[in-house]
């Protein structure tokens, strides 16, 4: 390939930032200056080249130091990983936590989605703006869904430095994001994880009982609560041995898609091709969805032992754990367990004394729903842009980098303990013969307490809401997240199971259980989806990079109109969002309209 | 255009089309089955010469058991798959995404979508007069040719005939997302800043007329361009011993652009700058 770097150069900064991730470059085709050896020797191809995996990784580096992405540094970068800039550019632009504009060290994402938005997020929002103001140095940007629903509205400042420092305000008011934004370091701390589990500490829970319970930066705590004696009995049953309990036991994928576990597990580890990889999707950024963060804050080592396991059954050594970039406390958790449990023996090149290798990565999102797509994940990971691949092959057969792939979610994976510590009889007796197991509710809106619910399958939409205290005068409720739907107040005998939902013409998606009272105007909810889904789309195939903007214009026509005079944008609505559904490449095009279909049709929006 | 390439026989396999027995070579997609038949599926991030990107969605079909239709450019047959090319739901998709391609962006000089569009009875007005559009102005910052972008349906061909699948050069990418998506080089300066060597391989398979040479681009805007008067002559490169073949598009005795036939086992339809875009000593006349 034929590299063309311009003139632009690294500041001492932005080059100090890349070296402290890929080392200092070694001849003067990486960026050094020039040796009487580069005259009669040249580094680079393919070994340079195998490293463009460090792309998102290097980008982070420098937008964590310098605050945005110069054509210096990119070009430095590129030529440090033998990337062509174009390319890395394109890639650049893709995020939406990096920017190739200048701006200010400082960047205060506030949430302006959906339970943010029905707790006061425009006005938090307006009165953040006039008192920065001009010339404040911080950025305020409004995001998407900061997964923080629980405690909405939500603001996270970043600020850029060496080291970069983040702060949360949640529940945000004009003040406290204010202080966030300008000193994050003096800003108050988060409030534990198990502030966000209502039932905390009650003796039933299966996935939660640890949560608030174990210190979670202490291994030895995670031991003495029961931890590891899921991987020894994985062990003891052999990798075959481990992926027929999980089969037994009944388990679908928790990520959305509720595709069988054990499947995918038998399908990857029967691949002859190698190696085989490991992902563990952590990007969590449906709107609505906060369960895999109060998991990885509360209980991390489970994560790590869970990941193991998968990894041995399916014969990976290499697990990546992508994880979405607005969760640092998260990320800071995880990777100090990661780093304890290798430091143990319990990750590195003998786990356990087994003789099995096996070692896991963090990468970290930077601002894309679509990089939970699966195929759209393994792309970021690789250092292109987060444009899902079209399937087949599916990933158990080319995934990441091309290999055999196995990926989950968090929570699916954390269900994988208790399978194989009672055994999937035990486990498969809990919920209902379909959907079996406990799982993880995310309730907010209108609700007394919000937070994660754990109960057994099978309990209805109404015990839910219950148990989290629902006002009243409640208007709808939306399952499943943005690409789920809502459903009427007087459903809530609604089965929360896949095969329930499923009958009553829904979806339980990522578990989300979004609760609006009539205070919330609807038609603005509506088009906040639409706004979503647009800035969301990746732009890859036209009935979704084009259809989700003439979906959120028709809304926008009818925001104020009902009846007859609606009826021409809600017929153009149905047609477009019909082709969306079927001809996107994706999940994402494919479940664009749900929400909106849903409020038109179950709640009788614009009647 | 199917190229038919001399390798090992490989083994037939059966499928239904449209409720008809159809045999094919084992890796053949749907497209390829369709075209064997006679049958017209509108195409256009489809390229001869390239993996298509199944991005534009004009291609889909029904195949039973799916759930989502199916690009036909891109999904190989299976034994015993049965597909539909022209039912109803097919149809209706493909209408709507004529219509938001056409209600977005400039198809004036996309070939055949005008008759597609009438053909599926789409109507790219009824999404109103505020519907957003892309609004590019056409950049024009070197002699060579021009990016048009207010054209530019993103079928992803030009980045990949620029990049890994022939002149590997990648020069250009995707930037941005969702509808901000759009063609750039590097840091979305002038071509003349970029990694570019003016190989006009991606003009060669650009679909829409959105990558156009200059001479063109200058005589649309006199409204001189005429192509019912141009001839055009497949000849052979005089550059270097390559041996290129070159299409001369000539009107009033003028070259006015090159392209090579992608059939041609030596060019593939690609050339270099030379072939491409040298031809002025030609018409030099003193
Ligand atoms: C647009 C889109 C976003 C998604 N986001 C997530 C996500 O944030 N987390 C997740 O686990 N799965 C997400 N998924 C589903 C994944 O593609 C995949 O099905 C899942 O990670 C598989 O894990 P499971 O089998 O354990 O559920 C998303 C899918 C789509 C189409
Ligand atoms: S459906 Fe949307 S997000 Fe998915 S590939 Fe198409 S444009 Fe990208
Ligand atoms: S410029 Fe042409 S070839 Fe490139 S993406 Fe746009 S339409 Fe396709
Ligand atoms: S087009 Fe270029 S490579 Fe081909 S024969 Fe001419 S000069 Fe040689
Ligand atoms: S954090 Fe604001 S809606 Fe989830
Ligand atoms: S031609 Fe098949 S999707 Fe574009």
């Not at chain 1, 009487?36 to 580096?61: C, I, K, S, T, Y």
């Not at chain 1, 603001?155 to 406290?176: N, Q």
């Not at chain 2, 991606?202 to 200059?214: D, H, R, Y």
């Not at chain 2, 001189?224 to 070159?246: F, H, I, P």
């Amino acid at each position: 390939m034929d590299l063309h770097f311009g003139d632009s150069k690294p500041t001492d900064d932005e080059r100090a930032a890349v070296d402290a991730l890929l080392g200092p470059p070694e001849s003067s085709w990486e960026g050094a200056d020039r040796s009487d050896a580069d005259l009669r020797w040249a580094r680079g191809g393919r070994a340079a080249r195998d490293r463009r995996d460090l792309l998102l990784p290097g980008l982070h580096a420098i937008n964590d130091r310098i605050g945005w992405i110069s054509e210096g540094a990119l070009d430095y970068l590129c030529r440090r990983l033998t990337v062509p800039p174009a390319e890395a550019y394109g890639v650049a632009t893709f995020y939406a936590m990096f920017s190739v504009k200048p701006r200010p060290a400082t960047v205060l994402h506030v949430c302006t989605d959906l339970a943010c938005a029905a707790a006061g997020a425009a006005e938090l929002c307006a009165g953040i703006e006039s008192r920065l103001g001009l010339g404040s140095g911080v950025h305020v940007e409004r995001s998407p869904c900061l997964g923080l629903c629980e405690r909405a509205p939500a603001a996270l400042a970043i600020k850029a430095g060496d080291p970069v420092r983040t702060a949360v305000s949640a529940p945000a008011t004009v003040h406290e994001a204010v202080l966030a934004a300008s000193a994050p370091d003096s800003a108050p701390g988060e409030p534990p994880a198990a502030m966000a589990v209502p039932q905390a500490g009650q003796g039933d829970l299966v996935l939660l009982q640890r949560v608030g319970v174990v210190d979670p930066a202490g291994l030895d705590d995670y031991r003495a609560h029961g931890g590891y004696t899921a991987l020894r009995r994985a062990f003891e049953l052999g990798p075959a041995g481990v992926i027929r309990e999980v089969t037994d036991s009944g388990l679908v994928g928790r990520g959305g898609a509720a595709f069988p576990t054990g499947r995918k597990w038998q399908a990857t580890a029967s691949q002859p091709d190698h190696p085989h990889y490991l992902v563990c999707n952590a990007d969590e950024s449906e709107p609505g969805t906060f369960k895999d963060r109060v998991l990885m804050e509360g209980d991390p080592y489970a994560l790590v032992e869970a990941m193991t396991i998968a990894a041995y059954a399916t014969g990976a050594h290499r697990g990546y754990l992508y994880l979405r970039g607005e969760y640092p406390r998260a990320i800071h958790r995880v990777q100090h367990a990661i780093d304890q449990a290798r430091a143990r023996g319990l990750l590195g090149d003998d786990v356990l004394g087994q003789g099995y290798a096996f070692d896991i990565e963090i990468r970290r999102g930077a601002g894309a729903y679509i990089c939970g797509e699966e195929t759209a994940l393994f792309n970021s990971i690789e250092g292109y842009r987060g444009e899902p691949r079209s399937k087949p092959p599916f990933p158990v057969e080319k995934g990441l980098f091309g290999k055999p792939t196995v990926e989950n979610n968090v929570e699916t994976l954390v269900n994988v303990l208790p399978i194989l510590t009672m055994g999937a009889p035990a486990y498969a007796a809990i919920g209902t013969g379909r959907s079996t197991g406990p799982k993880l509710f995310c309730v907010s809106g209108s609700v007394d307490r919000p937070g994660i619910y754990e109960l057994p399958f099978g309990a209805t939409l109404g015990e839910v809401l219950q148990l989290a205290g629902v006002r009243p005068g409640l208007r709808a409720v939306l399952l499943g997240g943005a690409a789920g739907g809502f459903v009427r107040p007087d459903e809530t005998d609604i089965p929360l199971t896949f095969e329930g939902t499923r009958e009553a013409g829904t979806t339980l998606g990522s578990g989300v259980v979004m609760a609006f009272d009539d205070t919330v105007p609807l038609p603005r909810l509506l088009l906040r989806i639409a706004e979503f889904f647009r800035d969301e789309s990746c732009g890859q195939c036209v009935p979704c990079r084009v259809g989700t903007v003439r979906q959120e214009e028709a809304l926008h026509r009818i925001a104020e109109r009902t009846g007859a005079a609606a009826a021409d944008d809600i017929a153009l609505l149905r047609e477009v969002g019909r082709a969306m559904r079927d001809a996107s490449i994706c999940g994402l095009g494919q479940t664009a309209w749900n929400a909106v279909e849903s409020a038109i049709d179950r709640l009788g929006a614009y009647e | 255009m199917t190229v038919t390439p001399l390798g090992i026989p490989r083994r037939l396999l059966e499928f239904t089309l449209d409720g008809q027995e159809a045999r094919v070579p084992e890796g053949s997609t749907i497209l390829d089955a369709c075209r064997a038949a006679g049958k017209d599926i509108p195409t256009l991030c489809e390229g001869d010469t390239l993996t298509p990107k199944n991005a534009c969605r004009v291609c889909v079909v029904e195949v039973e058991g799916a759930r989502t239709l199916v690009p036909a450019c891109s999904r190989k047959a299976e034994p015993g798959m049965e597909v539909r090319t022209d039912t109803e739901r097919a149809r209706h998709s493909r209408k709507i995404v004529l219509e938001l391609l056409a209600s977005s962006v400039d198809l004036s000089t996309t070939p055949k979508v005008a008759a597609w569009i009438k053909e599926y009875e789409a109507k790219p007005d009824r999404f109103g007069p505020d519907a957003a559009r892309l609004n590019e102005e056409p950049r024009v910052d070197n002699d060579l040719y021009v990016r048009d972008y207010d054209k530019c349906i993103l079928c992803y061909k030009c980045v990949d005939a620029c990049g890994d699948q022939w002149q590997n050069t990648f020069a250009i990418s995707v930037v941005g997302r969702g509808f901000d998506a759009r063609i750039a080089v590097e840091h979305d300066g002038p071509l003349t800043d970029s990694a570019c060597v003016y190989c006009g391989n991606c003009i060669e398979v650009c679909p829409t007329g959105a990558l156009s040479f200059k001479s063109e681009f200058d005589m649309r805007a006199a409204g001189t361009w005429d192509e019912s008067a141009q001839t055009e002559t497949t000849t052979v490169c005089a550059y270097c011993g390559v041996g290129c073949n070159l299409t001369l598009h000539v009107q009033d005795n003028e070259i006015v652009k090159v392209t090579s036939p992608h059939d041609n086992p030596v060019t593939h339809g690609n050339l270099c700058i030379k072939g491409r875009f040298g031809y002025q000593h030609v018409q030099n006349r003193g």
